[in-house]
């Protein structure tokens, strides 16, 4: 099999996988026993957190232990959300309308309880910048919204200029760096950012456990707690520790930090392959997303000589994973919304383009398959 999809998830790294069994194994006590074995498994959830606020620049009383980034990015707006409305500060939001659905629906949410928000669509360059979220903000603005890295097009948005604006009018700000994380050489921490979270499936670690980084510039912007019992995480995030997956989590944010320059060689020498490749075979292609401000591990091409949702089930057929950036609802194909938000007027780009992402173990002939495999579908008139 050929994954060519690790924007959705990848596999687990080796060493991941041995501190997770070892953990598993070893240390299943319950971390808040007093006894010995309890004590071991403290120790490690506290390491794990001391590495992670290492790797991340940040201090370990700022991360809180989660399911995985939907948990997390419901914790943090929420949060926010409720405690700038119990402040008196107001009850408008504003977000990238690129934001996962994690973000979007929980907006939507927070609207039936009475809040109301504004999404910012990218401009003809493909870009957001400062002056949209500030064009859009009311005196009932309290927080901005806006991810690192859009997990679709791999567009890196402008996250320095944008907390520090919001920073300067007093507004909370938070950002998804689930793509960013490994991806992007950039510390996060070192922006006025009051959230901003990570999971682990993204980066070689395990499904099901991430972490929500929360450090409010307003001492009085209390974290609320979602899930409520036990005192764990600082009576904020009930439920005893998944100790074997924290461990992992730890593991897999070290050697994706601690390896970022190999593996961003590793991407951009691979996608340079992958368009040198289309180009020789004499492909046509586009990219799509902002092309100028980009990661490389993620490219989402429009292939107008393609349809994409066929297309990915033909690759799918010869054992190649890719994705079609499209959902399929009813027995209808619906155009991405994050391509819809990019290319509104373009019916024709929304259907034909497909995302290819990469992992550091992507091979260059694992690239020349895919396109062996276009080439074929395309002298076949198979498309
Ligand atoms: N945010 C982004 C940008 C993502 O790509 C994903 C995963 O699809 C999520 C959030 C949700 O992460 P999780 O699967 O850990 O809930």
């Known amino acids: 099999m050929i994954y060519l999809d690790s924007a959705a998830t990848t596999a687990v790294h080796p060493d991941v996988i041995k501190v997770i069994t070892e953990a598993l194994t070893t240390h299943y006590g319950n971390p808040s026993s007093t006894y010995q074995l309890g004590r071991t498994a403290h120790e490690l959830l506290e390491s794990s957190r001391q590495t992670i606020a290492r790797c991340l ?30 402040l008196g500060l107001g009850n408008h939001l504003v977000a990238t309308s690129i934001e996962h659905s994690a973000v979007l629906k929980c907006l939507e949410q927070l609207e039936n309880e009475g809040f109301t928000y504004t999404l910012v669509n990218p401009n003809s360059e493909g870009e957001f910048t400062v002056d949209q979220f500030e064009a859009v903000s009311t005196p009932q603005t309290t927080g901005w919204i806006a991810m690192a890295v859009n997990n679709e097009v791999g567009s890196i948005l402008p996250i320095e200029s944008i907390s520090k604006a919001a920073q300067s009018r007093g507004y909370w700000f938070h950002c998804d760096t689930v793509q960013a994380i490994g991806k992007v050489d950039c510390d996060y921490a070192s922006y006025p950012i009051t959230s901003f979270v990570v999971t682990g499936h993204k980066i070689s670690g395990p499904k099901g456990v991430g972490i929500l980084v929360y450090r409010p510039q ?14 764990q995480e600082r009576s904020q995030r009930a439920g005893t520790e998944n100790i074997p997956y924290i461990a992992g989590l730890a593991k897999a944010i070290e050697l994706a930090t601690g390896e970022l320059t190999q593996h961003l060689a590793h991407y951009q020498s691979i996608k340079d392959d992958l368009l040198t490749s289309l180009k020789a075979h004499q492909i046509e292609y586009h990219l799509n997303g902002d092309t100028t401000h980009s990661v490389d591990n993620i490219v989402n091409l429009w292939l107008p000589d393609f349809e994409s949702a066929k297309l990915r089930i033909q690759m799918d057929l010869v054992g190649i994973a890719v994705s079609a950036g499209s959902a399929c609802s009813a027995g209808s194909i619906q155009p ?47 498309k």
Request: a negative charge; hydrophobic letters at 35%; zero cysteines.
């Open 57 to 86: 620049n940040v201090s370990s009383d700022e991360i809180y232990f989660t399911s995985g980034a939907t948990e997390a990015i419901n914790w943090a707006i929420r949060s926010q959300a409720y405690q700038s409305r119990e």
């Open 336 to 382: 991405s919304r994050i391509l819809k938000a990019y290319y509104p007027n373009e019916t024709d780009r929304l259907v034909q383009s497909l995302r290819i992402s990469f992992s550091p173990e992507t091979t260059k002939n694992e690239i020349d398959q895919f396109v062996k495999t276009l080439v074929e579908l395309k002298e076949k008139g198979d």
């Open 218 to 231: 307003n001492p009085a912007m209390q974290l609320h707690p979602m899930i409520v019992g036990g005192g």
